[in-house]
Nanobody
Framework: QVQLVESGGGSVQSGGSLRLSCVAS????????MAWFRQAPGKERDFVAL????????LYADSVKGRFTISRENAANTVYLQMNNLKPEDTAVYYC???????????????WGQGTQVTVAS
C-alpha cells in the first residue's frame, strides 16, 4: 500500500519561499493524480494544486496561481510544491494526496499524508 510522507514545512516571513516534498512509498500507477490541499486553523481543507503522474497537466487554485508550482520526480516517487511570495493567508497544514481523477474535489482522493505545517508571518 502506498504511503505518503510530507516534509519541508516551516516558518517564513511574508514574501519568502518554501518547497514542500511528498514522498510516496510503493508503486504509483500511471493513471494516478497527485495533489496538495491545505487546511487553515478553523477552516475547511481546500484544494491547492494537482498534477498527473504520467503527464505534465497541472491545475491550481486561483489563490496560488502564479506563486506556487507543483512538480514531480517519478524516479524518486516524489511530488513537490514550490511556494514563492508567501502570504500570511497561506498559513495552514499542507497535505499531499493521491487519487485517480483529475479533480480538485478532495472526496476523490483516497490516500493522504499526515500533513506539514506552513506558517507565514507578516
Amino acid at each position: 500500500q502506498v504511503q505518503l510522507v510530507e516534509s519541508g514545512g516551516g516558518s517564513v516571513q511574508s514574501g519568502g519561499s518554501l518547497r514542500l516534498s511528498c514522498v510516496a512509498s510503493g508503486r504509483i500507477y500511471s493513471s494516478s493524480v497527485m495533489a496538495w490541499f491545505r487546511q487553515a486553523p478553523g477552516k475547511e481543507r481546500d484544494f491547492v494544486a494537482l498534477i498527473r503522474w504520467s503527464s505534465p497537466s497541472t491545475l491550481y487554485a486561483d489563490s496560488v496561481k502564479g506563486r506556487f508550482t507543483i512538480s514531480r520526480e517519478n524516479a524518486a516517487n516524489t511530488v513537490y510544491l514550490q511556494m514563492n511570495n508567501l502570504k500570511p493567508e497561506d498559513t495552514a497544514v499542507y497535505y499531499c494526496a493521491r487519487g485517480s481523477r483529475y479533480t480538485s474535489d478532495q472526496s476523490s482522493y483516497y490516500q493522504w499524508g499526515q500533513g506539514t505545517q506552513v506558517t507565514v508571518a507578516s
